[in-house]
């Protein structure tokens, strides 16, 4: 079993900054594929980003390319999403989801991800 938690959302301002975090508690993510996700009212679930712990390639959407950056701490066994430039348009729940066996080609599809984090709000006042 995978649990991942995330933390760090928050409110902020348009223009504003947040990290959010995502770990494995008391076991390793260097196996894993990690991908943010999120999902805004009455909205289906978005793709954000990913990066693979091994290789450490990345890929984001096109609309926070610029604006969010994606990295991992080996130490902590964490996983951030820096964001920066913040728009009320990024308003929503994000979610963490991790997996073993994807290509880059399925990071997109909310299906192809086995494990999920709580999710963490976070809130762009304009």
């Known amino acids: 079993q995978v649990e991942l938690v995330e933390s760090g959302g928050g409110l902020v301002q348009a223009g504003g900054s947040l990290r959010l975090s995502c770990a494995r508690s008391?076991?390793?993510?260097?196996?894993?594929?990690v991908g943010w996700f999120r999902q805004a009212p009455a909205k289906e679930r978005e793709f954000v980003a990913a990066?693979?712990?091994?290789?450490?390639?990345?890929d984001y959407v096109d609309s926070v390319k610029g604006r969010f950056t994606i990295s991992i701490d080996n130490a902590k066994n964490t996983v951030y999403l820096q964001m920066s430039s913040l728009k009320p348009e990024d308003t929503a729940v994000y979610y963490c989801?991790?997996?073993?066996?994807?290509?880059?080609?399925?990071?997109?599809?909310?299906?192809?991800?086995?494990?999920w984090g709580q999710g963490t709000q976070v809130t762009v006042s304009s």
């Open positions: 989801a991790a997996d073993t066996n994807l290509g880059p080609g399925e990071y997109r599809r909310r299906s192809s991800w086995d494990y």
């Open positions: 008391g076991r390793t993510l260097s196996r894993y594929v």
């Open positions: 990066i693979r712990w091994s290789s450490g390639s990345i």
